[in-house]
């Protein structure tokens, strides 16, 4: 299976990818593909070194033109012979494994003032995804940038599923009600998870998602321990919040 996670800036996307692969690695081989073209936290959350972007893999960024154009070119050179793409046979480098065997695999980052914008490292996801051959036993989560570009460069066709965060904000539940309207037209999963919640958040977001007809399929409480470790960026910490998120793996019927 395939999920992107998705939701405005600041929803914790990161981390709730994070806590889904702990909570999936205990049934499945799991992976985590880091399509966020700026935030660089997702390595030290997992407590792993930072892949090589795959990006370079492919011979560096390219305009996106160039990418819509090389795409049977980049797949067939992301594949192995009669094997097709498969995460697991990537080189060392452009693969790294956390504690747990999650494995994380980075797109690329905008890094240098002035070299384009990050289009390509979307198309770059939906090559990689699209070609994906998964093992029974496998699963991998899609960390996506904030917002909805990736929308626009149709990386959703690629996954089965879509996990949209919110928070207690109006622009996240709008940003949420858009995405299940997109993915309800293209057939694929789709829930909602609220983040970062207290008693009186829910009250709020529960009535205000109620009024926009969002259906919000579970909750993840705020948890001091991820706010501290997010905050002094090292691998991340939970008191109640996995236990959340194996709640809603379940509710998912992902586990």
């Known amino acids: 299976m395939k999920v992107m996670v998705c939701g405005k800036g600041g929803v914790g996307k990161t981390v709730l990818t994070v806590l889904l692969a702990e909570a999936l690695s205990e049934k499945y081989k799991t992976y985590i593909v880091d399509s966020d073209e700026s935030n660089i936290l997702l390595p030290k959350l997992l407590g792993v070194p930072p892949p090589k972007p795959l990006v370079e893999y492919v011979g560096g960024k390219a ?27 990537l080189p060392d480098e452009y693969i790294s494994y956390s504690a747990e065997g999650i494995g994380l695999v980075t797109i690329g980052k905008v890094r240098e003032y002035g070299e384009g914008c990050a289009c390509p490292f979307n198309i770059l996801t939906r090559i990689l995804l699209k070609n994906l051959v998964l093992e029974e036993s496998e699963v991998v989560l899609v960390d996506t ?44 999963g789709f829930w909602v998870v609220a983040n970062k919640i207290t008693p009186r958040t829910w009250a709020l977001i529960s009535r205000e998602a ?32 996995l236990d959340d998120v194996k709640s809603l793996a379940k509710t998912l019927k992902l586990l």
Not at 64 to 87: H, M, N, S, T, Y
Not at 160 to 178: I, K, M, Q, W, Y
Not at 215 to 235: K, N, P, Q, Y
């Open 145 to 188: 940038d904030a917002g909805i570009e990736h929308v626009g460069r149709r990386v959703e066709e690629t996954v089965d599923g879509v996990l949209a965060v919110v928070d207690p904000t109006a622009e996240s539940l709008r940003s949420a009600l858009l995405l299940r309207d997109i993915v309800s037209k293209l057939g694929k």
């Open 63 to 89: 305009e996106e033109e160039e990418f819509e154009r090389r795409e049977p070119d980049i797949a067939k050179a992301l594949a192995r012979a009669g094997q097709g793409v498969r995460l697991s046979l």
């Open 210 to 241: 109620g009024r926009l007809g969002l259906r919000i399929d579970g909750v993840v409480r705020f948890d001091d321990d991820v706010f501290e470790s997010t905050l002094l960026g090292g691998r991340l910490r939970y008191k109640t919040a």
